[in-house]
């Protein structure tokens, strides 16, 4: 007898569970928006886990093809096979497709989603000659940013218009608190230092920043502190580092670490 494995750690910011799930028992696809490492991703696999599908994540980039989703032709024992992409085991499947940062992806790619993404819920696949109708269970989810992506990468009107939009943003300073502490292993008043820290680098305005202090690496300094690093040391190499390039910028950051972070270790 297989066990159920835990359910992904999530903790809600406003109604975006019940509407997340009040879509997928409508059939509708579902258009997620939010800045980069703000819990998209971890609050699919939250929803997968809690309506019992099976979830088929993509992360895309600019080279993916139409065939990297739908399938291709392979030489195989001297053979031509079919294989299925991972759009497609998603439509046989009736599972949750989860494309990340889909804005990525070429815009001829992801006009094979409009089928699926309306009242059809269909996936022609022309190699073969064959449409798929999606079977039970299956749910269209996309994700972006739409604060980091140029104009030229924005989602096109005719695909956000098939899709149900959950709004996200970073978490409430509690919230935010509860997540790093529990996801680093690291104590309330360490996470508590970490969160300040993150809003104060939020509210900053340069341009020398690549993107704006996340959860995700509030949670990655934790989880340095954890293993021993002092918290400044644990900040430098997970926060500062990956938010910039810019020397001027790193020493400002630098800077605010100090002032935010206390030396002892908890």
């Known amino acids: 007898m297989s066990v159920q494995p835990p359910r992904p750690f999530y903790v809600p910011v406003g109604n975006e569970e019940q509407v997340f799930k009040a879509a997928y028992r409508q059939g509708l696809s579902i258009v997620l928006k939010g800045p980069t490492g703000c819990g998209k991703t971890r609050f699919v696999e939250a929803m997968a886990h809690d309506l019992g599908r099976p979830l088929i994540t993509v992360s895309c980039h600019d080279d993916l093809t139409t065939a990297d989703l739908v399938g291709r032709f392979l ?100 919230v935010e608190e ?37 959860t995700r690496v509030l949670i990655a300094a934790g989880r340095l502190i954890a ?16 938010l910039t390039d810019d020397s001027t910028v790193t020493r400002g950051l630098i800077e605010m670490i100090d002032a935010y972070l206390s030396g002892s270790d908890d």
Request: net charge negative.
């Open 178 to 214: 509860k997540i790093v502490a529990t996801e680093a292993g690291i104590g309330p008043d360490r996470a508590a230092e970490l969160v300040r820290l993150g809003q104060a680098i939020r509210r900053l305005e340069t341009g020398g920043l690549r993107e704006v202090a996340s």
């Open 75 to 174: 030489l195989r024992g001297g053979e031509t096979e079919w294989v299925d992409g991972p759009l497609t085991r998603a439509v046989r499947e009736g599972a949750i497709c989860y494309l990340d940062e889909v804005v990525e992806a070429r815009q001829d790619t992801t006009v094979v989603l409009h089928p699926l993404a309306d009242h059809r819920r269909q996936l022609p696949i022309e190699r073969l000659g064959i449409t798929l109708d999606a079977a039970p269970g299956f749910c269209l989810v996309v994700s972006y940013n739409p604060g980091y992506q140029s104009v030229l990468k924005d989602l096109k009107d005719s695909t956000r218009q098939r899709m149900v939009a959950i709004e996200f943003g970073f978490p409430t300073p509690d």
């Open 227 to 242: 293993e021993g690093l002092s918290p400044r040391d644990a900040a430098r190499a997970a926060i500062a580092g990956p």
